[in-house]
Nanobody, 127 residues
Framework: QVQLVESGGGLVQTGDSLRLTCAAS????????MGWFRQAPGKERESVAA????????DYADSVKGRFTISRDNAKNTLYLQMNKLKPEDTAVYYC????????????????????WGQGTQVTVSS
């Protein structure tokens, strides 16, 4: 089992950058595929990005491609989401998630693929 704690959210203006951090407890972080999701008020949770156990492959939602970068440091048990050129439509609660499953592109962008979730961090982008 792994516990996940997100941090780094806040209130920023359009065009600004933020870096979210997800700290994982336990010794098995490197055995989990990881993902970032977000949920805006009144909307369903949507995938933002995913990364393989080694960090060798990443996948992104079309809405964030070219602006967001997911990365991980297995030595530090930490997952990151670098968010650049933020837009008001990026406003949401952002969650990190961990999966024991095998990384498949068609699966990793789905909430059901993930076994463990953090509590979320709020990102608000003002226009």
């Amino acid at each position: 089992q792994v516990q996940l704690v997100e941090s780094g959210g806040g209130l920023v203006q359009t065009g600004d950058s933020l870096r979210l951090t997800c700290a994982a407890s336990g010794r098995a972080f490197s055995t989990y595929s990881m993902g970032w999701f977000r949920q805006a008020p009144g909307k369903e949770r949507e995938s933002v990005a995913a990364i393989t156990r080694s960090g060798g492959r990443t996948d992104y939602a079309d809405s964030v491609k070219g602006r967001f970068t997911i990365s991980r440091d297995n030595a530090k048990n930490t997952l990151y989401l670098q968010m650049n050129k933020l837009k008001p439509e990026d406003t949401a609660v952002y969650y990190c998630a961990a999966s024991r499953g095998t990384y498949q592109v068609m699966d990793v962008m789905k909430p059901w693929f993930y076994d463990f979730w953090g509590q979320g961090t709020q990102v608000t982008v003002s226009s």
